[in-house]
T-cell receptor, first 113, second 111 residues
Framework: EAGVTQSPTHLIKTRGQQATLRCSPI?????VYWYQQALGLGLQFLLW???????NRGNFPPRFSGRQFPNYSSELNVNALELEDSALYLC????????????FGPGTRLTVT | KQEVTQIPAALSVPEGENLVLNCSFT??????LQWFRQDPGKGLTSLLL?????REQTSGRLNASLDKSSGRSTLYIAASQPGDSATYLC??????????FGKGTRLHILP
């Protein structure tokens, strides 16, 4: 069974540009979570999508947004990139409902110059 | 506001020893707690998940316990091996469905 996949593996952008990151969940999983792992800050919860709707978001500005498609894959968009957005972005998926066990993808490394 | 703390930040132990990693949280109104390992530059691998109604979960050489009233969870690793070297993270899912991670314990098993 294929795990959670993310693309691209690496992404280099310039300050002020927009970045789009993609995630495909494990087959049968309808929930997708996004996290930011910046150096020294640990993993920060960004967004949770379930059944196509945004269910919850962490303490990030509105320029971090995303969506979930009918096939449950998801996109994370980061607008007006800032240098401090450089981080590893991790996606996880889970089944809807108990126990919400999350399975993670390998991540996208975003570098903003 | 939920805070999750993992102490120590780093730990080195000789191969074969049993060890305990700690995770503490400030708000006991949690939905579940999940333990992960992360290898350098990689994603997270799920190890164990304990729901709020449970007190422990076991998988192979790993045993995780949960004491909600004291805001603590431990991950016990038996007979440690060099392949266990990684960063171990705990994550708490609050009742409001926000997920808070600790900063992790970097474990090094000495051959």
């Amino acid at each position: 069974e294929a795990g959670v996949t993310q693309s691209p593996t690496h992404l280099i952008k310039t300050r002020g540009q927009q970045a789009t990151l993609r995630c495909s969940p494990i087959s049968g999983h309808t929930s997708v979570y996004w996290y930011q792992q910046a150096l020294g800050l640990g993993l920060q919860f960004l967004l949770w999508y379930d059944e196509g709707e945004e269910r919850n978001r962490g303490n990030f500005p509105p320029r971090f947004s995303g969506r979930q498609f009918p096939n449950y894959s998801s996109e994370l968009n980061v607008n007006a990139l800032e240098l401090e957005d450089s981080a590893l972005y991790l996606c996880a998926s889970s089944l809807t409902g108990d126990p919400h066990e999350q399975y993670f993808g390998p991540g996208t490394r975003l570098t903003v110059t | 506001k939920q805070e999750v703390t993992q102490i120590p930040a780093a730990l080195s132990v000789p191969e074969g020893e049993n060890l305990v990693l700690n995770c503490s949280f400030t708000d006991s109104a949690i939905y579940n707690l999940q333990w992960f390992r992360q290898d350098p530059g990689k994603g997270l691998t799920s190890l164990l998940l304990i729901q709020s109604s449970q007190r422990e979960q076991t998988s192979g050489r790993l045993n995780a316990s949960l004491d909600k009233s004291s805001g603590r969870s431990t991950l016990y690793i038996a007979a440690s091996q060099p392949g266990d070297s990684a960063t171990y993270l705990c994550a708490v899912r609050n009742r409001d469905d926000k997920i808070i991670f600790g900063k992790g314990t970097r474990l090094h098993i000495l051959p």
